[in-house]
């Protein structure tokens, strides 16, 4: 992979992105490497200076071989390299960055998720079935992991959601080289608001749904910005997949229909949904039955490019949870317009684990434990309401805390989720960064009416988990929410080991059966 200092003008210039070039050298020269971090620079570099960029960075890309530096004004620590001076420097990266890789996306029918709840464990599902559709050729770029084929070294921990636009399009690269053809994606908002997947058009786009979320200092000012964000998606998408039910459906249809025809648009809802707009609903999804170790559903094509997909039938889940039957039936469309059949599909989704999703535990002489990645006021609304209607009203004992640095309106959200659906509340730390966790929990503490929710504070994990359980009864709900299967928390911009908290809950559970 190579790119020469004239490539690279003329592609900002296309873009529009150029304001000037300082020349230092051969333009035709290829440069053999591309960073954004300073630690991975290596001979004949073209790096980037974004974000939080402290100029010392280009000195040190400059003493390690970078030859070229791409940002929004002169530096004088970039004397003696040529300067690529632009106007949105996340832009140019990603204009950059796929020309760099040589345009991986063309190789790969991309199916992308957005949405507030719901995007890990949809693309999950995706990327399950089309693994058998595409014998085993299927990418998945999820919050939880990055899988770029087959072999044990091409899977590993994401950082981000959606990855920096470079390290996106080398990833992708990477795929192709390991001969994927297909590729399902998370797209957060962050994604387009820092520009991560400028330029790329997926094949398949999705909206789950939306609620408030990720409005604070380091994400996005306001509501209306989340979901402009978020609204991208579709804009950017040839096909597009809606949740009928999703909140500000009219908005979210129309930036579908934007720049893309309405019989490539499709939308699917609960059988018994009636929209009040002037839509067709192509897929209608129905429960049958929820046991306490699977569900089955029904998927219904409703219209006539609905049916030719030829998805119709009934599903089965190991992933209970009324939501994941959405998820599920999200996921069977946009395995659907990537060319999987019905028995791929329902294959697919039927054994599905995902981590922190979900997970449960049967404690002898307690109750049952309920491990969920739930961490806002509509996912544990989803989560607590499920469990309430499936349990029958049990007695739910809820384990959670909230994150330091963002997310801050998770913290009242909790406290009004606690008051309408729980009986006693044990306030933790989770991920609680440069903020004190005790400070966090007093603010969700102080939403709380505890005549209704009995709630203490217990700020070692642990010991929280270990409490929950142990005061449990046969028949009550242990619900030990928002961490999912996360192994660390993040403590003062250090991820400190975690031993998560199912391996805890077992751990408390053998301590109770000796
Ligand atoms: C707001 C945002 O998008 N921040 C991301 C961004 O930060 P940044 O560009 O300011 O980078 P920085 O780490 O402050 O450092 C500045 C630059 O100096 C470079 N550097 C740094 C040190 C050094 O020695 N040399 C050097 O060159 C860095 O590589 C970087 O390019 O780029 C970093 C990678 O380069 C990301 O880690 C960081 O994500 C932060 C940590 C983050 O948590 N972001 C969250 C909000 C996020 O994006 N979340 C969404 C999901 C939420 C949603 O659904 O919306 C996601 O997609 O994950
Ligand atoms: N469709 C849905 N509607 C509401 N809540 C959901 C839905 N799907 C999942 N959830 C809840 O949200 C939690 C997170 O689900 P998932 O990881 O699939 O979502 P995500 O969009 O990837 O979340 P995040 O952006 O926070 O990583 C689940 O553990 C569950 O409690």
């Given amino acids: 992979m190579a790119l020469t200092l004239d490539a690279c003008t003329l592609i900002l210039k296309e873009h529009h992105l150029l304001k000037s070039v300082a020349l230092n050298g051969d333009p035709t020269l290829n440069m053999t490497g591309i960073a954004y971090d300073s630690r991975q620079v290596t001979a004949d570099t073209l790096f980037f200076c974004k974000g939080n960029f402290r100029p010392v960075y280009l000195t040190d890309a400059k003493e390690l071989g970078a030859v070229t530096y791409v940002a929004e004004k002169a530096l004088v620590e970039g004397n003696g390299m040529n300067a690529l001076i632009v106007t949105n420097v996340q832009k140019a990266m990603a204009v950059l960055s796929a020309a760099f890789y040589d345009y991986p996306q063309d ?93 790329l058009t997926f094949d398949v786009g999705f909206f789950l749904n939306i609620s408030p979320d990720h409005v604070g200092p380091n994400e ?53 949904y009636q929209s009040d707009q002037p839509v067709t609903i192509d897929f209608r999804f129905e429960n049958l039955e929820t046991g ?19 998805l119709s039938g009934s599903y089965q889940l190991r992933l209970i949870g009324d939501f994941n039957e959405s998820n599920a039936t999200a996921a069977v469309i946009g395995a659907g317009l990537a060319g999987a059949d019905l028995t791929r599909a329902q294959q697919g989704i039927r054994d599905l ?107 070692d994990r642990a010991a929280a988990i270990e409490q929950a359980i142990v005061e449990s009864k046969p028949g009550e709900i242990v619900v030990l929410a928002a961490k999912g299967a996360d192994a660390y928390q993040k403590v003062r911009g250090v991820d400190t080991p975690y031993p998560t908290d199912m391996v805890i809950a077992k751990q408390v559970a053998a301590r109770l059966a000796n």
């Fill in 107 to 199: 190789s790969l029918f991309i199916v992308a998720y957005t949405g507030t709840k719901g995007k890990t464990t949809a693309a999950y599902f995706t990327q399950s079935i089309l693994q058998a559709a595409t014998r085993q050729k299927t990418a998945l770029f999820s919050t939880i992991d990055r899988v770029l084929g087959p072999k044990p070294v091409d899977r590993f921990k994401s950082d981000l959601t959606t990855p920096e636009s470079l390290d996106l399009f080398r990833d992708m690269r990477k795929a192709v080289e390991n001969g994927m053809t297909h590729l399902v994606m998370e797209v957060s908002s962050q994604a387009y608001k820092k520009n991560r997947v400028y330029g």
């Fill in 220 to 272: 996005h000012p306001s509501f209306e910005d989340y979901l402009h964000c978020k609204l991208q998606l579709l804009v950017n998408s040839r096909h597009c997949v809606i949740n009928a039910q999703t909140q500000y459906f009219t908005d979210v249809y129309a930036a579908a229909t934007a720049t893309t025809d309405a019989k490539s648009i499709y939308l699917f809802a609960e059988a018994d």
């Fill in 292 to 310: 306490l170790a699977e569900s089955r559903f029904k998927i219904t094509a409703a219209s006539t490019k609905a049916i030719q997909l030829g």
């Fill in 353 to 459: 684990q995902i981590p922190g999703r979900m997970e449960t535990l049967a404690v002898p002489g307690h109750g049952q434990v309920y491990v969920d990645y739930a961490h806002n006021y509509a996912s544990m609304k989803a989560l607590l309401s499920f469990l309430q209607k499936e349990y029958k009203q049990p007695r739910l004992l809820v384990v959670v805390g909230s994150p330091g640095d963002k997310g801050v309106s998770r913290r009242a959200g909790f406290s009004q989720v606690l008051n309408e659906y729980a009986d006693r509340a044990i306030l933790t730390t989770d991920d609680p960064g440069f903020e004190d966790p005790a400070a966090i929990a007093s603010e969700i503490l102080a939403g709380i009416d505890q005549q209704k929710v009995v709630t203490t504070v217990e700020i």
